[in-house]
């Protein structure tokens, strides 16, 4: 089964950008849906963003549209969430989830799921 971990997170002011990355092992993630959740502090974990395997399919929840943006890199087994634009209401635990192929593209059941990078964003 595949593992998934997250890097990039840490502490950005308002406005500033991040770059997030989910890398894969023990398998290939071409053969995954790839979703991207956040956890604030007292709240539960929310989806944020989706790519389909192949990557012609997104999807983000409308607080984040326009500003943050999902790829992958099949190839290179990571997939990557471009934050732009950020604000205080950002801050949280994000991770990066993988389930098989769909025909939707968003939120749902996610079979797998990385530990998590801490993103703070100060005002």
């Known amino acids: 089964q595949v593992q998934l971990v997250e890097s990039g997170g840490g502490l950005v002011q308002a406005g500033g950008s991040l770059r997030l990355s989910c890398a894969a092992s023990?398998?290939?993630?071409?053969?995954?849906?790839i979703g991207w959740f956040r956890q604030a502090p007292g709240k539960e974990r929310a989806w944020v963003s989706s790519?389909?395997?192949?990557?012609?399919?997104?999807a983000y929840v409308d607080s984040v549209k326009g500003r943050f943006t999902i790829s992958r890199d099949n190839a290179g087994n990571t997939v990557y969430l471009q934050m732009n634009s950020l604000k205080p209401e950002d801050t949280a635990v994000y991770y990066c989830?993988?389930?098989?192929?769909?025909?939707?593209?968003?939120?749902?059941?996610?079979?797998?799921w990385g530990q998590g990078t801490q993103v703070t964003v100060s005002s």
């Open positions: 790519i389909s395997w192949g990557g012609s399919t997104t």
């Open positions: 989830a993988a389930r098989g192929r769909t025909t939707v593209v968003g939120p749902g059941r996610y079979d797998f």
């Open positions: 023990g398998g290939s993630i071409m053969y995954y849906d």
